[in-house]
Nanobody, 116 residues
Framework: VEVVESGGGLVQAGGSLRLSCAAS????????MGWYRQSPGKQRELVAR????????DYAESVKGRFTVSKDTDNSTLFLQMNSLEPDDTAVYSC??????????WGQGTLVTVSS
């Protein structure tokens, strides 16, 4: 099983990026998926998450109204649309997948840098 993120990069403040998180090599069910981020000197922060069954979403207060989490129909790819980016959004973003049975799976992380 491999979880791979993509879409990070350098963007100016006010710009947008879309992160993707693709799971391959798995046939088991996923119950929840989400994104964390961490920047130097700060605690890791849960940015957004969703449940695959009911489609419930949750967001950190700092990104509400700017970020949108979504997935594809077979729960193999998770997305994070990030709009109106701010320098404080600069961080390594990591996705996770929670199988219905088994440990949480993590991606390797992708760096997002927002310049002022």
């Amino acid at each position: 099983v491999e979880v791979v993120e993509s879409g990070g990069g350098l963007v100016q403040a006010g710009g947008s990026l879309r992160l993707s998180c693709a799971a391959s090599g798995t046939t088991f069910s996923i119950s929840a998926m989400g994104w964390y981020r961490q920047s130097p000197g700060k605690q890791r922060e849960l940015v957004a998450r969703l449940t695959t069954g009911g489609g419930t979403t949750d967001y950190a207060e700092s990104v509400k109204g700017r970020f949108t989490v979504s997935k594809d129909t077979d729960n193999s790819t998770l997305f994070l649309q990030m709009n109106s980016l701010e320098p404080d959004d600069t961080a390594v973003y990591s996705c996770y997948l929670d199988p219905t049975s088994g440990p949480r799976m993590w991606g390797q992380g992708t760096l997002v840098t927002v310049s002022s």
